[in-house]
């Protein structure tokens, strides 16, 4: 295939639907896997999630690090790679204690409303979201204990204000989300409660990741009316569901500071489709269903 780059051999050769146009989704077979640490147990709890108990490939390769294969952060060398077994049906999967079922998100209501529950600057991380160390990463597929720290170097208070409070809106300037491309990042604030994100931009990475976790992405229009915003601040945003079908802004009413503003919703169909549903998970769901 002389002249064809690797992106275009891909799909040529394990393309599943017709040649997509430009911005549809690519359907390919998945021959050959490799998972490593966290990631490949968060894979499987997704398959688990939308009950599917089998997933076959050619080849499945698991590297396994320390993070997985003891709690503490000791023998940080220990790393290996697991090869498939030659008796898959005999595999006895042990799951720990610290492996828990995804949380699964629910379909956007009409109505979002709720408090603004942290309010912060320009270049906010993943990090500074989810922040890493070997005791907080040792969380990562027990989403109900690793929530417990979403900005806790910044805010300890943070997840337990959203739980009081019922869940509601995160606020920050420019970049949000920048850094590691860490899906805790928008996992666990979902599964603390958190409704939608209204920045004056996103990181790209991140963006995706919220849509797929079922939390929307809202841009400022202008930084006057991120100025206008405090911690405390009550938010409502009405017929969301018939806008976001129909509109790339949605209306913004702050009823604390007795003021209303307009945000910009910069996502795709599917994407509007997804996040309606609850998350990508919910999404695939609705359409095995």
């Known amino acids: 295939m002389p002249g064809k780059n690797i992106f275009e051999r891909i ?19 998945i021959d050959q896997t490799l998972t490593q640490d966290a990631t490949g147990t968060m894979a499987c709890l ?26 503490g952060f000791q023998n940080s060398d220990d790393h290996r790679f697991v090869p498939p077994s030659d008796h898959p049906d005999a595999v006895n999967v042990v799951r720990g204690p610290n492996i828990k079922p995804l949380h699964r998100g629910h379909a956007m209501p009409e109505t979002l409303k709720g408090e603004v529950l942290i309010r912060l600057g320009d270049d ?28 806790s170097h910044s805010d300890p208070d943070f997840a337990k204000r959203v739980r009081d409070r019922g869940g ?25 409660g958190i409704k939608g994100v ?16 079922g939390i929307l992405p809202m841009t400022f229009m202008t930084g006057e009316d991120l100025e206008q915003i405090e911690l405390g601040d009550r938010i409502i945003i009405e017929d969301v569901i018939r806008l976001l079908k129909n509109s790339r802004t949605l ?13 910009c919703i910069d996502l795709d169909r599917r994407e509007k489709d997804v996040v309606m549903a609850g998350g990508l998970l919910e ?4 359409r095995r269903s």
């Open 198 to 213: 209204i920045a004056r931009s996103f990181a790209r990475i991140h963006g995706a990741n919220l849509i797929n976790f």
């Open 46 to 71: 997704q398959f688990e999630a939308l009950e599917v108990s089998r997933v076959a490939t050619k080849r499945s390769v698991s590297y396994v690090d320390h993070n997985t294969l003891q709690t």
């Open 283 to 286: 999404f695939v769901r609705l």
């Open 251 to 263: 209306r913004v009413q702050n009823r604390t500071q007795s003021s209303t503003f307009e945000v």
């Open 124 to 151: 906010i991380t993943t990090d500074d979201i989810m922040p890493a160390g070997a005791h907080i990463m040792s969380l990562r597929s027990n989403i109900p204990a690793i929530s417990e720290y979403v900005f």
């Open 11 to 29: 799909l040529e050769t394990h393309g599943i639907s017709p040649a997509p146009g430009p911005g549809e989704p690519i359907e390919i077979l």
């Open 168 to 192: 509601g809106f995160i606020v920050a300037g420019r970049n949000y989300g920048q850094g590691s491309s860490r899906e805790h990042a928008a996992l666990a604030p979902m599964a603390l």
